[in-house]
């Protein structure tokens, strides 16, 4: 890891900035050599003079040129990285977490379920999964993704590509449509129920999107047949540090950012209400 200490960033200029939707944008940073990820980590963004705060990578690690964090403004550091400009620097330190369990998921077919921003780390996920080099180790891959209305959609041009694809099925959702808007409407668990008529043996469930998206769809994935350790989510509120030291992500005898942010339903059920 090519980082001096571990609070220490590495200071990297933005090569590009993406306006994604009205409040989210992503930030393109090239990949430092030596940085070595997995899908579903996560690394700390500094803004000097502000302070830092952890995001998923966005970014498949196949991409070998760079990485990207998809930062929805909603904060101090947020709020921050948004007013900043191509060529303006920031601290870069991770990757932290456990990412997705790649290995585990060979040869199985996968069911991606996004809401919103919750879509950035099952991207990671996704792009590695459809990349040539390893599109092979993975069987069926279904995409369900839906924001709050069409203009809240992210990474809009990867969805017209995914859209292309013949090698995978993308089911995209509003909760409330415009006069563009011909897709389906409807909350993302409700959808899900609606769509997905595959028997769930030999699928895993990954899944990411607002606690409340995320617990509903537990429920019907539950209700569709899925076993607990089918279901895999990542849990990104109340990590800080990264290094599991400030305790602000422990949940019961948990750290998210130590032990996570990747869980399957199995641990989830074993864990406090509170997350």
Same mark, same amino acid.
């Given at each position: 890891?090519?980082?001096?200490?571990?609070?220490?960033?590495?200071?990297?200029?933005?090569? /590009?900035?993406?306006?994604?939707?009205?409040?989210?944008?992503?930030?393109? $940073?090239?990949?430092?050599?030596?940085? =070595?990820? &997995?899908?579903?980590?996560?690394?700390?963004? +500094?803004?000097?003079?502000?302070?830092?705060?952890? +995001?998923?990578?966005?970014?498949?690690?196949?991409?070998?040129?760079?990485?990207?964090?998809?930062?929805?403004? $909603?904060?101090?550091? *947020?709020?921050?990285?948004?007013?900043?400009?191509?060529?303006?620097?920031?601290?870069? &330190?991770?990757?932290?977490?456990?990412?997705?369990?790649?290995?585990?998921?060979?040869?199985?077919?996968?069911?991606?379920?996004?809401?919103? $921003?919750?879509?950035?780390?099952?991207?990671?996920? $996704?792009?590695?999964?459809?990349?040539?080099?390893?599109?092979?180790?993975?069987?069926?891959?279904?995409?369900?993704?839906?924001?709050? %209305?069409?203009?809240?959609?992210?990474?809009?041009?990867?969805?017209?590509?995914?859209?292309? &694809?013949?090698?995978?099925?993308?089911?995209?959702?509003?909760? /409330?449509?415009?006069?563009?808007? =011909?897709?389906?409407?409807?909350?993302?668990?409700?959808?899900?129920?609606?769509?997905?008529?595959?028997?769930?043996?030999?699928?895993?469930?990954?899944?990411?999107?607002?606690?409340?998206?995320?617990? +509903? *769809?537990?429920?019907?994935?539950?209700?569709?047949?899925?076993?607990?350790?089918?279901?895999? %989510? =990542?849990?990104?509120? @109340?990590?800080?540090?990264?290094?599991? @030291?400030?305790?602000?992500?422990?949940?019961?005898?948990?750290?998210?950012?130590?032990?996570?942010?990747?869980?399957?339903?199995?641990?989830?059920? &074993?864990?406090?209400?509170?997350?």
């Amino acid at each position: 890891m090519p980082f001096e200490g571990i609070y220490v960033p590495l200071l990297l200029p933005i090569e /590009e900035i993406i306006d994604e939707t009205r409040d989210i944008k992503t930030f393109r $940073i090239r990949r430092p050599e030596g940085f =070595t990820y &997995r899908p579903g980590q996560f690394a700390e963004i +500094f803004v000097p003079g502000v302070g830092e705060a952890p +995001f998923s990578i966005s970014s498949s690690p196949t991409e070998r040129a760079f990485l990207e964090f998809s930062v929805k403004r $909603i904060g101090s550091v *947020t709020g921050a990285l948004h007013r900043l400009n191509p060529g303006d620097t920031v601290g870069v &330190r991770g990757p932290y977490g456990n990412g997705f369990p790649v290995e585990e998921l060979f040869g199985r077919n996968l069911l991606f379920v996004g809401g919103g $921003i919750g879509l950035a780390p099952l991207r990671s996920l $996704i792009n590695y999964v459809l990349s040539p080099e390893h599109r092979k180790s993975f069987g069926e891959v279904f995409i369900l993704y839906g924001a709050r %209305t069409p203009k809240d959609l992210v990474f809009r041009w990867e969805l017209e590509r995914w859209e292309e &694809r013949k090698d995978l099925t993308l089911c995209l959702t509003v909760d /409330e449509g415009d006069a563009s808007w =011909t897709k389906r409407v409807g909350l993302v668990p409700k959808v899900l129920e609606e769509v997905f008529r595959f028997p769930p043996e030999g699928w895993v469930a990954l899944v990411c999107g607002p606690p409340i998206m995320i617990k +509903f *769809t537990i429920k019907a994935l539950r209700e569709l047949g899925f076993e607990g350790r089918s279901i895999i %989510t =990542t849990l990104e509120m @109340k990590m800080k540090c990264g290094l599991g @030291k400030c305790g602000r992500c422990n949940i019961g005898p948990y750290y998210v950012c130590q032990d996570g942010p990747v869980f399957s339903c199995e641990v989830l059920e &074993r864990m406090p209400e509170e997350y």
